[in-house]
C-alpha cells in the first residue's frame, strides 16, 4: 500500500486514552490548518468507536476554529442516548483546551422501510474521464496556477472532475459540479472506516461549487473561504475505495455565505449519501 494511501488509514488510527476519550493526528503534508474533512472522519470514527450492532445514518457538525496540523487533536465523545432503534453521539475535537469542532452523530438498528430515490445524472463514467496522469499531462498546464497545485497534490482520495473545464473558462455558470471520488487503495472491510472516509472526501471541493454562479472559484486569492457546517446522511451500504459519483450543486449564496448540497451515487446509480454544507465566501476587501 503506498505511503499517500497509508496516511488514510494512519488519520483514522485513533488512541484510546480513556474511555470515550480519543487522540487523532494529522497527516504531515504542511497544510497552515487542519483539513475539515479529516476532522469530521475522525469524529465520525471515535464516535462509532462507541456504539455497537448499528451504523451511523446522519451527523451534523460545526467547524469553531482553525486546527492546527502541528498538534493532536482530542475527541470527547458525548453517549447522549442508547434507545432501542437509535443511539445518540457528541463529539467534541479540542485542541490547546478549546473545541474547535463539534458534531451529534445518531445511529441507527438495521430495519426494512419504504424504498425511493432521485436518479443519478447523466455523466461520463470515471473509466472516460482523464485519470490523474492524463490529466497532469494534457488537461491541467491549461488551467490556472492555483488549479493546477491543487488537483496535483498527493492525496489518499482519486478525484476525476466532470465539469474540469469551468476553471478554465472563468465566465458565470450553473452551479452544479460532478466529481467521481474513491479511495487511492483498497479499504478493509470494516463499514466504519468506509463510512468515516467518506466523511473526510464530502468536505473536499463541496463549498467551491457554491461559487460557480459567479465565476469564481475557491482557488481565487480574492476569496476568503472557509467551512462553516457540514451534515451528512448515509442511506445504503457502500464501498469508499470503489468509484462513487459526488453530484454537487448550490441553491443560495447570500450574506458571504454559499450553500451547497451534494448526492453520491454508487457507480450503479443507487443513492448511498446526502451532503449539505454552508461555508463562507467572503470577498477580501483589501483585494476586492
Same mark, same amino acid.
Given at each position: 500500500?503506498?505511503?499517500?494511501?497509508?496516511?488514510?488509514?494512519?488519520?483514522?488510527?485513533?488512541?484510546?486514552?480513556?474511555?470515550?476519550?480519543?487522540?487523532?493526528?494529522?497527516?504531515?503534508?504542511?497544510?497552515?490548518?487542519?483539513?475539515?474533512?479529516?476532522?469530521? &472522519?475522525?469524529?465520525?470514527?471515535?464516535?462509532?468507536?462507541?456504539?455497537?450492532?448499528?451504523?451511523?445514518?446522519?451527523?451534523?457538525?460545526?467547524?469553531?476554529?482553525?486546527?492546527?496540523?502541528?498538534?493532536?487533536?482530542?475527541?470527547?465523545?458525548?453517549?447522549?442516548?442508547? &434507545?432501542?432503534?437509535?443511539?445518540?453521539?457528541?463529539?467534541?475535537?479540542?485542541?490547546?483546551?478549546?473545541?474547535?469542532?463539534?458534531?451529534?452523530?445518531?445511529?441507527?438498528?438495521?430495519?426494512?422501510?419504504?424504498?425511493?430515490?432521485?436518479?443519478?445524472?447523466?455523466?461520463?463514467?470515471?473509466?472516460?474521464?482523464?485519470?490523474?496522469?492524463?490529466?497532469?499531462?494534457?488537461?491541467?498546464?491549461?488551467?490556472?496556477?492555483?488549479?493546477?497545485?491543487?488537483?496535483?497534490? =498527493?492525496?489518499?482520495?482519486?478525484?476525476?472532475?466532470?465539469?474540469?473545464?469551468?476553471?478554465?473558462?472563468?465566465?458565470?455558470?450553473?452551479?452544479?459540479?460532478?466529481?467521481?471520488?474513491?479511495?487511492?487503495?483498497?479499504?478493509?472491510?470494516?463499514?466504519?472506516?468506509?463510512?468515516?472516509?467518506?466523511?473526510?472526501?464530502?468536505?473536499?471541493?463541496?463549498?467551491?461549487?457554491?461559487?460557480?454562479?459567479?465565476?469564481?472559484?475557491?482557488?481565487?486569492?480574492?476569496?476568503?473561504?472557509?467551512?462553516?457546517?457540514?451534515?451528512?446522511?448515509?442511506?445504503?451500504?457502500?464501498?469508499?475505495? =470503489?468509484?462513487?459519483?459526488?453530484?454537487?450543486?448550490?441553491?443560495?449564496?447570500?450574506?458571504?455565505?454559499?450553500?451547497?448540497? &451534494?448526492?453520491?451515487?454508487?457507480?450503479? &446509480?443507487?443513492?448511498?449519501?446526502?451532503?449539505?454544507?454552508?461555508?463562507?465566501?467572503?470577498?477580501?476587501?483589501?483585494?476586492?
Amino acid at each position: 500500500m503506498s505511503q499517500i494511501s497509508d496516511s488514510l488509514l494512519s488519520i483514522l488510527d485513533l488512541e484510546p486514552l480513556e474511555r470515550n476519550l480519543f487522540r487523532g493526528r494529522s497527516p504531515k503534508v504542511g497544510w497552515q490548518r487542519v483539513f475539515g474533512g479529516q476532522v469530521i &472522519g475522525q469524529a465520525l470514527y471515535a464516535a462509532c468507536k462507541t456504539v455497537e450492532d448499528r451504523q451511523p445514518h446522519s451527523l451534523h457538525a460545526y467547524f469553531l476554529l482553525p486546527g492546527d496540523p502541528e498538534i493532536p487533536i482530542v475527541y470527547e465523545v458525548d453517549r447522549l442516548r442508547d &434507545g432501542r432503534s437509535f443511539t445518540t453521539r457528541r463529539v467534541l475535537a479540542i485542541q490547546k483546551g478549546e473545541a474547535i469542532f463539534a458534531m451529534s452523530a445518531s445511529f441507527h438498528a438495521a430495519e426494512e422501510g419504504f424504498e425511493h430515490q432521485m436518479p443519478m445524472p447523466d455523466v461520463p463514467m470515471p473509466e472516460d474521464l482523464p485519470d490523474r496522469e492524463t490529466m497532469k499531462r494534457s488537461v491541467l498546464p491549461h488551467m490556472p496556477d492555483a488549479v493546477r497545485a491543487y488537483y496535483q497534490r =498527493e492525496r489518499p482520495i482519486e478525484i476525476r472532475p466532470v465539469e474540469l473545464a469551468r476553471y478554465a473558462s472563468g465566465g458565470k455558470m450553473e452551479p452544479k459540479f460532478n466529481v467521481w471520488i474513491k479511495a487511492m487503495q483498497p479499504l478493509p472491510d470494516e463499514p466504519a472506516i468506509h463510512q468515516s472516509v467518506l466523511a473526510y472526501a464530502s468536505d473536499l471541493m463541496l463549498l467551491d461549487s457554491s461559487l460557480i454562479a459567479h465565476g469564481r472559484n475557491v482557488f481565487d486569492k480574492q476569496i476568503q473561504g472557509a467551512s462553516l457546517d457540514h451534515a451528512l446522511w448515509f442511506h445504503r451500504p457502500f464501498r469508499a475505495d =470503489e468509484w462513487l459519483l459526488y453530484a454537487q450543486d448550490s441553491p443560495s449564496t447570500s450574506g458571504a455565505r454559499g450553500f451547497s448540497r &451534494g448526492l453520491i451515487f454508487n457507480r450503479d &446509480g443507487k443513492l448511498v449519501a446526502s451532503v449539505a454544507q454552508e461555508g463562507l465566501i467572503r470577498p477580501r476587501p483589501d483585494m476586492a
